[in-house]
């Protein structure tokens, strides 16, 4: 399925999740202090889904929208 950019932010944070693991690609995770990212590829942009550790709770599921970071992500994306 292809999905833009902005009709992927009209959902909500559990809709976009929901998208997330059924089309979404991995590329890769990390923890940072009580915070677990995860980076999604999405059709053609990438994804950050940031959850709170402590809570067991999902922060945000938002596009990346540095150009910095998302030639990090292409680079490391297989």
């Given at each position: 399925?292809?999905i833009?950019?902005?009709?992927?932010?009209?959902?909500?944070?559990q809709?976009?999740?929901?998208?997330?693991?059924?089309?979404g690609?991995y590329?890769?995770?990390?923890?940072?202090?009580?915070k677990?990212?995860?980076v999604y590829?999405?059709s053609?942009?990438y994804?950050?889904v940031?959850?709170?550790?402590?809570?067991?709770?999902?922060?945000?599921?938002?596009?990346?929208?540095?150009?910095?970071?998302t030639?990090?992500?292409?680079?490391i994306?297989?």
């Open positions: 399925m292809k833009t950019r902005g009709e992927y932010c009209r959902f909500s944070l809709g976009r999740v929901q998208l997330l693991c059924c089309s690609r590329v890769c995770s990390a923890t940072i202090e009580n677990y990212l995860i590829k999405l053609d942009f994804v950050e940031l959850t709170d550790l402590h809570n067991h709770t999902i922060v945000h599921a938002r596009p990346v929208l540095s150009l910095q970071l030639a990090f992500y292409k680079k994306s297989f």
